[in-house]
Antibody, heavy 122, light 113 residues
Framework: QITLKESGPTLVKPTQTLTLTCTFSGFSLSTSGVGVGWIRQPPGKALEWLALIYWNDDKRHSPSLKSRLTITKDTSKKQVVLTMTNMDPVDTATYYC??????????????WGLGILVTVSS | DIVMTQSPDSLAVSLGERATINCKSSQSVLSSSNNKNYLAWYQQKPGQPPKLLIYWTSIRESGVPDRFSGSGSGTDFTLTISSLQAEDVAVYYCQQSYSTPYTFGQGTKLEIK
């Protein structure tokens, strides 16, 4: 059974760096074609795709946020970490991590974590 | 970025009736290498993460009821619920995975009339 869980701070101050960890089970990030992605959703708004890392360490980022985002994986710990710098109140959102099944470049997300609400406020 | 535009923004349908949600992409999401449209549909109920319903335009995810179907090609796509059930009340999103960033539509809120 595949599960994912997001963890990290729920309140950050403007200009601070946000670090979120996705801890997963039920699959391996060393399996060909598998990926883990991050998606966020401001309160009452639509989903926004942020970044995706694949089993072979191929990384994709949203161009509009690329300079602020870093995505890394620790296969042995079964974790994916998303770092976002220079946080702003507009970054207030529920942040989800999700499993992307093979084949690589399918790009869909079939298992999601419950999400973590991150509020950016001084 | 490929912009995904859904219509309508909200929809009210009677129980047992058909619900149709449209999604239009700003450029084609049809891959010439495998002739597949990289278009997926998700359902999101309040307080829950999204649930994948359909990928590659029309392939239902395992466990998804067959009243959900997807169609379309190129830039125009449709999600159809053939006979609306009470548990189908949700917001529905389309997503393209043809090119990164894998953008989502703005969502369509489906309610019972």
């Amino acid at each position: 059974q595949i599960t994912l869980k997001e963890s990290g701070p729920t309140l950050v101050k403007p200009t601070q760096t946000l670090t979120l960890t996705c801890t997963f089970s039920g699959f391996s990030l060393s399996t060909s074609g598998v990926g883990v992605g991050w998606i966020r959703q401001p309160p009452g708004k639509a989903l926004e795709w942020l970044a995706l890392i694949y089993w072979n360490d191929d990384k994709r980022h949203s161009p509009s946020l690329k300079s602020r985002l870093t995505i890394t994986k620790d296969t042995s710990k079964k974790q994916v970490v998303l770092t976002m710098t220079n946080m702003d109140p507009v970054d207030t959102a529920t942040y989800y991590c999700a499993h992307s099944p093979p084949p690589q470049w399918l790009g869909t997300f079939d298992y999601w974590g419950l999400g973590i609400l991150v509020t950016v406020s001084s | 970025d490929i912009v995904m535009t859904q219509s309508p923004d909200s929809l009210a349908v009677s129980l047992g009736e058909r619900a149709t949600i449209n999604c239009k992409s700003s450029q084609s999401v049809l891959s010439s290498s495998n002739n597949k449209n990289y278009l997926a549909w998700y359902q999101q109920k309040p307080g829950q993460p999204p649930k994948l319903l359909i990928y590659w335009t029309s392939i239902r995810e395992s466990g998804v009821p067959d009243r959900f179907s997807g169609s379309g090609s190129g830039t125009d796509f449709t999600l159809t619920i053939s006979s609306l059930q009470a548990e189908d009340v949700a917001v529905y999103y389309c997503q393209q995975s043809y090119s990164t960033p894998y953008t989502f539509g703005q969502g369509t809120k489906l309610e019972i009339k």
